[in-house]
Nanobody, 126 residues
Framework: QVQLVESGGGLVQAGGSLRLSCAAS????????MAWFRQAPGKEREFVAA????????YYADSVKGRSTISRDNANKTVYLQMSSLKPEDTAVYYC???????????????????WGQGTQVTVSS
């Protein structure tokens, strides 16, 4: 089992950057594929980015591709989401999620991830 705690959210102007962090507890972090999702008010939770257990493969939603980078540090049990060129439509609560998955296949469905953090708010002002 893994517990997840996100940090790094905040208020930023359009065009700015933020780096979100997700700290995990548990001894088997390196066996989990990790992902970021986000949920804006009145909208469904949507996939943002995912990374395999080894960090060897990543996948991004079209809405953030080219503006965001997901990475992980297995030694420090942390996954990151670096976001740049932020837009007002990026405003949402961002959630970190984990799936016990050591295959090279990445999943983008929220129901593929069993463990979730509490979320961190990102607000982008125009």
């Amino acid at each position: 089992q893994v517990q997840l705690v996100e940090s790094g959210g905040g208020l930023v102007q359009a065009g700015g950057s933020l780096r979100l962090s997700c700290a995990a507890s548990g001894r088997t972090f390196s066996t989990y594929a990790m992902a970021w999702f986000r949920q804006a008010p009145g909208k469904e939770r949507e996939f943002v980015a995912a990374i395999t257990w080894s960090g060897g493969s990543t996948y991004y939603a079209d809405s953030v591709k080219g503006r965001s980078t997901i990475s992980r540090d297995n030694a420090n049990k942390t996954v990151y989401l670096q976001m740049s060129s932020l837009k007002p439509e990026d405003t949402a609560v961002y959630y970190c999620a984990a799936s016990r998955n050591m295959s090279p296949t990445l999943h983008i469905g929220r129901f593929d991830y069993a463990y979730w953090g509490q979320g961190t708010q990102v607000t982008v002002s125009s």
